[in-house]
């Protein structure tokens, strides 16, 4: 069948998607976005988190045809496409000064995560990170230094949206309509 979609803002199609196809299967092998990652394939990591319709969902467990006509927003998405080189979106940036990042394996699920409770909570405590984080798996930092990212996207954000001086303001913000 033939899947017609908008993918971070971008409308694309992909031809001979069968019915047992996953969303995440058609981002990464039809439609030239590896950033989501493929863990367990089976909605246990979080390492595929994807904005479906503006909600978080693990892309593994949708099926490609559900997809159909809706809006994506991958972690590919996430960064200023209008600069060259593409700007990394303020969580981005956070995670990598945080050394959040070690295989990089969870990461883009982190990411896609983190803004979706950025934008829900701008300011949130330790414990609704967790929280809110709990679905996705790393097996690399321990966490704290993901929790070191939030705090420190979460402020420079905070900071960005009083006029202070945030180190990097591009990309669409939490809260944005995507
Ligand atoms: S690959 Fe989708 S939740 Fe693990
Ligand atoms: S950095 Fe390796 S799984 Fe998280």
Not at 10 to 28: F, I, M, N, T
Not at 150 to 158: D, H, I, Q, S, Y
Request: a negative charge.
């Amino acid at each position: 069948m033939r899947v017609e979609l908008t993918v971070n803002g971008e409308p694309l199609l992909a031809d001979d998607v069968w019915e047992g196809e996953s969303l995440l299967y058609l981002l990464r092998e039809r439609l030239g976005l590896p950033g989501s990652k493929n863990a367990c394939e089976q909605g246990e990591c979080g390492s595929c988190t994807v904005y479906l319709d503006g909600v978080t969902v693990c892309a593994c467990l949708v099926a490609a045809g559900q997809a159909a006509g809706r809006q994506v927003v991958t972690v590919e998405g996430l960064t200023d496409r209008m600069t060259e080189p593409a700007a990394l979106h303020p969580i981005q940036q956070a995670f990598l000064d945080a050394g959040a990042v070690q295989c990089g394996f969870c990461t883009p699920g982190l990411l896609v995560a983190t803004h979706d409770l950025l934008a829900r909570l701008p300011a949130p405590t330790d414990e609704q990170v967790r929280e809110s984080l709990a679905g996705n798996l790393c097996r690399c930092t321990g966490y704290e230094k993901i929790l070191d990212a939030v705090r420190l996207a979460a402020g420079r954000l905070a900071a960005d949206a009083s006029g202070g001086h945030g180190r990097n303001a591009a990309g669409p913000k939490p809260g944005d309509q995507r």
